[in-house]
């Protein structure tokens, strides 16, 4: 019989969203004050040395973590605790030989990297990431285990802990440095081996020294996290107590869990390994193909980007200029862009156990509903977040960087457009993790396969003179749009119920819109009366509020969502009482 124990769907993402809006709060201290020390250049290695650590460390982590969640979540419905332990200790022994692997092959690779990505630039910051894999590792073993448990504590308070140390590390570390190449130029030595004629070319010199000073504070925020993981394990435990192991089953032999772990696991590292080989493709075509823009059609892009980049950066070759760019398309519009797939990656962690338990046990109902919640509270998140970056993509980069007025410029543009595929990225992710909840681990790789082809076509064919960075936008919203029409194909044709996903996503959508469109609205009538920084905070607050008015007037809420957060019981009968519900 199942035990009743951990968090349900919207509970453990209640805490996952509340840690999530604190991580990523400190995480904007930590990257808007970086965005301002490091320029555009310094911002592309930064974000060259990331990508190639997310791909690496996808392989090593985020397969088996989900194959741990998900295991657990079954053995723990049929009251196998015996079990639960068992794949614990192998997942951490299996982890431990990968982080090192992982690392060990970043290392080996990095210079090949830099090298085929055309920015060579980035290969200190690549060597001071690399161990961050093996410590990612680690933390992976241990969130995987409790959120298979449906405890989601652990993961978030490590989240926490995590990124106060890379707030911590890394703004010092970046700052020293570029205090310690600033104090050179001006005492007449060298900066970094560089003779300096003017402070342009000292910052230029001690780019790719801060973003690996800066990438470092990454790496020792993973040591940090998990250190942190390993005590509360050790003094606090699972919650799996003497009486459950007493009456569980006998375990399974480790070599049967082992070869199933690694069955489950590896199809799941295959989708995530295409999801961040999605995100390397960006890396290699956009530099490659504004090297060759900048190459071939000089004048054109010229006309373009002059005014834009630095002349020093101009003058050092396509490649710099090429990186240039990059690195504010990556290092400005892609850090606010990224922020909603980190939030609606909350409800795919949690609907995964909730999913995988209530499909192993045969409650079709409860598969529905966990489903359709997920489907729902994503699109509440995605909508607004979609439509508001498209309507106020510039205004919002100003704000966070007012120093980087040339990196705003070129960003805002691709941000804009980039912003109407939100909606689409923001549901792959949860909906990925439903199906491998329904045991269909092997469907997410394929999708993502089919649309890494359709960004990778569409790059190449984008990013020229006329269109240039903005072709990566273009890219991004077909490659998710595949991948969401092929997911939601896939979970009908898995569980054959039927589900109404226009239905779902119309009222989300349409609210959405009304927010975006009301911030652009206060913005243009105000421009010019108001100051500009407080004028876009004035117009998202006065859109934050046209959206939840439009949620209550169209009954965008369902009680069965709001009856499993904290305290739902009693706002659901509030929002019935006032007919707000739908």
């Known amino acids: 019989m199942q035990k009743s124990k951990g968090q349900n769907l919207l509970r453990g993402a209640s805490v996952l969203t509340a840690s999530m809006l604190i991580v990523k709060l400190i995480g904007a201290v930590f990257k808007i004050p970086l965005g301002n020390i490091l320029n555009g250049s310094a911002m592309g290695y930064f974000n060259t040395a990331y990508n190639v650590f997310t791909m690496v460390y996808a392989f090593s982590t985020a397969g088996l973590p ?8 079954e053995q723990a419905a049929r009251g196998r605790w015996r079990d639960i332990r068992r794949i614990h200790d192998l997942s951490v ?5 990968m982080g090192l692997a992982g690392t060990v092959l970043m290392a080996a690779f990095s210079k090949v990297y830099v090298t085929v990505a055309g920015n060579p630039g980035a290969l200190f910051s690549v060597l001071a990431i690399a161990p961050a894999i093996f410590f990612g590792c680690m933390m992976s073993a241990y969130r995987g285990y409790y959120e298979g448990l449906r405890n989601m504590t652990p993961t978030a308070v490590s989240q926490i802990v995590e990124v106060v140390a890379k ?12 205090m310690y190449g600033n104090a050179q130029f001006e005492a007449g030595k060298e900066v970094f081996g560089v003779l300096c004629r003017n402070e342009a070319e000292a910052t230029a010199a001690a780019a790719p020294y801060a973003s690996a000073a800066a990438i470092l504070g990454v790496t020792l925020s993973t040591l940090v996290g998990t250190v942190f993981l390993l005590l509360r394990h050790r003094f606090r435990g699972d919650e799996v107590t003497p009486e459950d192991l007493k009456y569980s089953p006998r375990a399974m032999r480790s070599q049967v869990l082992l070869v199933r772990l690694v069955k489950i696991a590896i199809p799941i590292s295959l989708g995530s390994i295409v999801m961040n080989v999605a995100q390397a493709v960006d890396t290699v075509t956009i530099i490659n193909c504004l090297e060759v823009a900048f190459r071939k059609f000089p004048s054109a892009m010229a006309e373009i980007f002059s005014q834009l980049i630095p002349a020093e950066v101009m003058a050092a070759g396509s490649g710099e200029a090429a990186n240039f760019v990059f690195g504010s398309y990556s ?3 892609l850090s606010v862009f990224n922020l909603v797939p980190a939030f609606t990656s909350i409800f795919g962690k949690s609907a995964l156990p909730n ?6 046990s045969g409650d079709r109902k409860g598969t529905r509903v966990n489903i359709e919640s997920v489907v729902r509270m994503t699109s509440m998140i995605a909508a607004p977040a979609s439509f508001g970056i498209f309507f106020m993509a510039k205004p919002i980069l100003a704000l966070l960087y007012p120093k980087m007025a040339a990196e705003v410029a070129i960003a805002s543009g691709v941000l804009s457009w980039q912003g109407l595929s939100l909606v689409f990225l923001g549901l792959t992710v ?16 394929k999708y993502m396969l089919a649309g890494m082809a359709v960004k990778l076509g569409v790059n190449m064919i984008t990013i020229i003179p006329a269109v240039n960075v903005n072709g990566a936008a ?9 991948i969401l029409i092929l997911s939601i194909r896939g979970i009908k044709q898995v569980t054959h119920i039927r589900f109404s996903f226009m239905r779902l996503l119309a009222k989300p959508l349409l609210c959405g819109f009304l927010c975006g469109f009301s911030a652009w609205g206060v913005y243009s009538l105000l421009t010019g009366i108001v100051s500009e920084r407080l004028l876009t905070l004035l117009a998202v607050a006065f859109a934050a509020m046209v959206y939840l008015l439009a949620l209550l007037l169209t009954k965008a809420l369902c009680r069965d969502d709001i009856i499993m957060l904290p305290g739902g019981e009693k706002f659901a009968k509030l929002l019935a009482k006032y007919h707000c519900l739908g």
Request: charged share 5%.
């Open 66 to 73: 989900t194959a741990i969640a998900k295991m657990v979540a």
């Open 93 to 97: 022994k299996l982890f431990f030989f």
């Open 167 to 178: 707030l911590v590390f890394g703004l010092s570390l970046s700052v020293l440095v570029v």
């Open 331 to 333: 290092g400005y519009a």
């Open 355 to 360: 999913v995988a338990t209530c499909w192993s």
């Open 430 to 445: 949860p909906l990925f993790a439903v199906l491998q909840g329904l045991g269909e681990v092997g469907l997410p790789p």
């Open 474 to 482: 273009a890219g991004t919203g077909a490659c998710y749009v595949v």
